[in-house]
């Protein structure tokens, strides 16, 4: 018995020429020392442009962004941030750099995502809630699973 074996592609990222006339445009030495943000504040201009709000904003991953996100939330040292107790460490450092309390939820044991029965529980606690982060580190295990 003959059995064809096919080779499964992995989409690797797809350069095109006009991307290589950017690199080889900020990679000019004078270009890029004269204007080293250039490509960066055009793209948050037609970023902006395109969702119809007035600014955009580049951050270079998730975690420094929801940093700036409770940073914008002039978190007290009242104020509390719940998440689930198993979750990725990224999503809910930024919470210690700043003045919240961290409020760590049990996980449901059917579908290790955050319970919403402890999350009801911690909103009647004293602390003042001021964000949510439902992120689970087994999101996508359920979904498969679903």
Same mark, same amino acid.
């Given at each position: 018995?003959?059995?064809?074996?096919?080779?499964?592609?992995?989409?690797?990222?797809?350069?095109?020429?006009? +991307?290589?006339?950017?690199?080889? +445009?900020?990679?000019?030495?004078?270009?890029?020392?004269?204007?080293?943000?250039?490509?960066?504040?055009?793209?948050?201009?037609?970023?902006?442009?395109?969702?119809?709000? %007035?600014?955009?904003?580049?951050?270079?991953?998730?975690?420094?962004?929801?940093?700036?996100?409770?940073?914008?939330?002039?978190?007290?040292?009242?104020?509390?941030?719940?998440?689930?107790?198993?979750?990725?460490?990224?999503?809910?450092?930024? !919470?210690?750099?700043?003045?919240?309390?961290? !409020?760590?939820? +049990?996980?449901?044991?059917?579908?290790?995502?955050?319970?919403?029965?402890?999350?009801?529980? %911690?909103?009647?606690?004293?602390?003042?809630?001021?964000?949510?982060?439902?992120?689970?580190?087994?999101?996508?295990?359920?979904?498969?699973?679903?």
């Amino acid at each position: 018995m003959f059995i064809l074996m096919l080779r499964s592609s992995t989409f690797g990222p797809h350069i095109s020429n006009i +991307d290589m006339k950017y690199v080889k +445009d900020a990679m000019k030495q004078k270009r890029w020392y004269q204007n080293p943000y250039n490509y960066c504040e055009k793209f948050e201009k037609d970023f902006a442009k395109y969702h119809n709000r %007035k600014f955009a904003l580049m951050m270079p991953n998730c975690t420094s962004a929801i940093h700036l996100f409770l940073f914008s939330l002039n978190l007290k040292n009242n104020d509390g941030v719940i998440a689930p107790e198993s979750t990725w460490i990224s999503s809910v450092s930024p !919470v210690l750099l700043t003045k919240a309390k961290l !409020v760590l939820c +049990d996980v449901d044991y059917d579908t290790w995502c955050i319970s919403i029965n402890e999350v009801i529980k %911690k909103i009647i606690n004293k602390l003042n809630k001021k964000g949510f982060f439902p992120r689970s580190i087994f999101i996508l295990f359920r979904a498969c699973q679903l």
